[in-house]
């Protein structure tokens, strides 16, 4: 049936959003567009990423983000490229970025979609040669068309989202996304400049044997989370940390297995961000039967209050999720 079309591997992007549409009867094509936007920035950042220590614009830019890190150039012109295509496309009248302090409001009330995004995450890796990535979510403006925006349509919970992705500039560059109707991945073709479908349709494996933290904080672990890493380490897991999120969540989604940064010492609530990084993650690990928890509630019902907010993140395998609940929730046994 021609619904194989869409999940023939090598189709392109373009081809899979336009067939996609036709799914949906009422889909209007704005949220195609939108991707279709998403993805040519992802084109134009992987350009810049591959040249980085040729073009010698590799190196620490001097200022710092709202994150108070060492802005690394590459930050910058990722967050340019996409913030540009969102305002040249037309349809977004709100972008959330890690790299700005406040909402940029496109002034453009028509625009009915809002964009959370993390334009390059894990830019610390970026003069080391690691794979790093973009992360984004999409919203549906909850005021009305037309009139300005307003803290209610940026400040949204996670299950509100329409659309996630992010973009791996990694031995390849992939681009997974999902609009609710599952995950697909699609990988770069540099000489032709297309995205093609590479993995159709892909699902979490409900358990495996890869464990991703950073042992070098297990100080901060709190009883329950070392008592888990003591179990993985008694079940002979694989610790896999490449300290690149988009990484680390890529290879445990295909392979199976976990990802935790919990709260510690240093950050209280967890080192990454609930609007523009475990959101988006988090929408794509539940389409993919995986799960995505703070340590008390399903990140996709977490109310934001403040747009910079962390989060600790436990997300992978559904099995693998629960059982480190299991042992974060448990009240030390030994008083
Ligand atoms: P740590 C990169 O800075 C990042 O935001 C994520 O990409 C990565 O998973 C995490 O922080 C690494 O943090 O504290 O282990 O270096």
Same mark, same amino acid.
């Given at each position: 049936?021609?619904?194989?079309?869409?999940?023939?591997?090598?189709?392109?992007?373009?081809?899979?959003?336009?067939?996609?549409?036709?799914?949906?009867?009422?889909?209007?094509?704005?949220?195609?567009?939108?991707?279709?936007?998403?993805?040519?920035?992802?084109?134009?950042?992987?350009?810049?990423?591959?040249?980085?220590?040729?073009?010698?614009?590799?190196?620490?830019?001097?200022?710092?983000?709202?994150?108070?890190?060492?802005?690394?150039?590459?930050?910058?012109?990722?967050?340019?490229?996409?913030?540009?295509?969102?305002?040249?496309?037309?349809?977004?009248?709100?972008?959330?970025?890690?790299?700005?302090?406040?909402?940029? %409001?496109?002034?453009?009330?028509?625009?009915?979609? =809002?964009? /959370?995004?993390?334009? +390059?995450? #894990? !830019? $610390?890796?970026?003069? *080391?040669?690691?794979?790093?990535?973009?992360?984004?979510?999409?919203?549906?403006?909850?005021?009305?068309?037309?009139?300005?925006?307003?803290?209610? %349509?940026?400040?949204?919970?996670?299950?509100?989202? =329409?659309? /996630?992705?992010?973009? +791996?500039? #990694? !031995? $390849?560059?992939?681009? *997974?996304?999902?609009?609710?109707?599952?995950?697909?991945?699609?990988?770069?073709?540099?000489?032709?400049?297309?995205?093609?479908?590479?993995?159709? %349709?892909?699902?979490?494996?409900?358990?495996?044997?890869?464990?991703?933290?950073?042992?070098?904080?297990?100080? $901060?672990?709190?009883?329950?989370?070392?008592?888990?890493?003591?179990?993985?380490?008694?079940?002979?897991?694989?610790?896999?940390?490449?300290?690149?999120?988009?990484?680390?969540?890529?290879?445990?989604?295909?392979?199976?297995?976990?990802?935790?940064?919990?709260?510690?010492?240093?950050?209280?609530?967890?080192?990454?961000?609930?609007?523009?990084?475990?959101?988006?993650?988090?929408?794509?690990?539940?389409?993919?039967?995986?799960?995505?928890?703070?340590?008390?509630?399903?990140?996709?019902?977490?109310?934001?209050?403040?747009?910079?907010?962390?989060?600790?993140?436990?997300?992978?395998?559904?099995?693998?999720?629960?059982?480190?609940?299991?042992?974060?929730?448990?009240?030390?046994?030994?008083?």
């Amino acid at each position: 049936n021609d619904n194989s079309l869409a999940y023939s591997v090598g189709v392109t992007l373009d081809r899979f959003i336009k067939k996609k549409q036709d799914d949906f009867p009422f889909a209007s094509g704005e949220l195609s567009q939108l991707l279709r936007d998403i993805a040519l920035a992802a084109k134009i950042v992987n350009r810049e990423t591959n040249r980085a220590g040729l073009a010698n614009i590799g190196g620490a830019f001097g200022q710092t983000n709202v994150q108070g890190e060492e802005q690394q150039k590459l930050d910058v012109i990722a967050n340019i490229r996409f913030t540009r295509a969102l305002t040249k496309g037309g349809e977004v009248c709100a972008i959330v970025s890690e790299e700005d302090d406040e909402v940029i %409001d496109l002034q453009n009330n028509s625009g009915k979609y =809002v964009v /959370a995004i993390d334009p +390059l995450d #894990g !830019s $610390s890796n970026i003069d *080391v040669n690691i794979s790093i990535g973009t992360i984004f979510s999409i919203y549906r403006r909850v005021t009305p068309v037309g009139s300005p925006i307003q803290l209610d %349509d940026i400040m949204q919970p996670g299950r509100q989202q =329409v659309a /996630a992705g992010y973009v +791996l500039y #990694g !031995s $390849s560059t992939m681009l *997974v996304y999902t609009t609710g109707c599952g995950v697909n991945g699609f990988t770069y073709e540099q000489s032709l400049g297309e995205f093609f479908l590479s993995h159709p %349709d892909m699902k979490a494996p409900s358990s495996g044997n890869i464990y991703s933290i950073n042992e070098g904080i297990s100080n $901060s672990f709190s009883e329950g989370l070392a008592k888990y890493i003591a179990h993985c380490k008694s079940k002979n897991y694989s610790a896999r940390y490449i300290g690149s999120l988009v990484a680390d969540f890529h290879r445990n989604l295909l392979k199976g297995g976990i990802y935790i940064y919990p709260e510690t010492k240093k950050n209280p609530s967890g080192k990454l961000r609930l609007l523009y990084e475990a959101n988006a993650l988090a929408y794509i690990a539940e389409q993919a039967g995986a799960e995505a928890n703070d340590g008390v509630q399903r990140i996709l019902d977490i109310q934001p209050t403040s747009l910079h907010q962390r989060t600790p993140l436990y997300i992978g395998s559904k099995v693998m999720v629960n059982e480190a609940l299991e042992f974060i929730s448990k009240k030390s046994i030994i008083h």
